[in-house]
Every structure is written in C-alpha cells, then in structure tokens.
Nanobody, 113 residues
Framework: QVKLVESGGALVQPGESLKLSCVAS????????MNWFRQAPGKEREFVAQ????????NYASSVKGRFTISRDNAKNTVYLQMNSLKLEDTAVYYC??????WGQGTQVTVSS
C-alpha cells in the first residue's frame, strides 16, 4: 500500500525559512520522480516543484524559482522542500505526489505577519 506522509508545516513570518519532508513507502521510491504541489483556500491546486528519480533533474514553478529547493534522499525514501524568503502568498497546504498519481495528506504552511 502506497503511503506518503508530509511533515514540517508551521506558522512563520514573512522572510523566514521552512523545510518540508515527505516520507514514502509502498513503491520503489528511486524509480519515480516526485513532486510538490500546494493549494490555498479558494484556489486551484498548483504545481510547485519536481525532482527526477535520481535527483539530477529539477524544475520549479515561476512563483517559487530562486526561493525554494527540492531535493531527495533515496536511502531514506524522503523528498524535501526547502523554502526560503517566504511570502504571504506562499500560505497553503503543501502536498507531495509521485509520478504515478499517489498523494499525501498535506501539511499546512502559514506565512503571516
């Protein structure tokens, strides 16, 4: 059974940093690209970042490029999202997802002054 468990969400002030984690099980982790998405209240779920199975290729949404970094540790079956210079508009529930369509439950990130 596939399981994706996000953690690390918190209430932070603008300009601060936060690191999210997603621990995966139930599939061969290193075979698959992993993604982060987010969804703010009243808005559509949007793509944030993607990393290839090996970790060698990454891409980002324009809104987070230069501020967020996606990474993975295949020995720990974990994907990370390092978020720097957080803005009010980064407030959302953040979800991890594998390339075969499995989603985690999400972790809340709130940026507030």
């Amino acid at each position: 059974q596939v399981k994706l468990v996000e953690s690390g969400g918190a209430l932070v002030q603008p300009g601060e940093s936060l690191k999210l984690s997603c621990v995966a099980s139930g599939f061969t982790f290193n075979w698959y690209a992993m993604n982060w998405f987010r969804q703010a209240p009243g808005k559509e779920r949007e793509f944030v970042a993607q990393i290839s199975g090996s970790g060698s290729n990454k891409n980002y949404a324009s809104s987070v490029k230069g501020r967020f970094t996606i990474s993975r540790d295949n020995a720990k079956n974990t994907v990370y999202l390092q978020m720097n210079s957080l803005k009010l508009e980064d407030t959302a529930v953040y979800y991890c997802k594998n390339e075969i369509g499995n989603w985690g439950q999400g972790t809340q990130v709130t940026v507030s002054s």
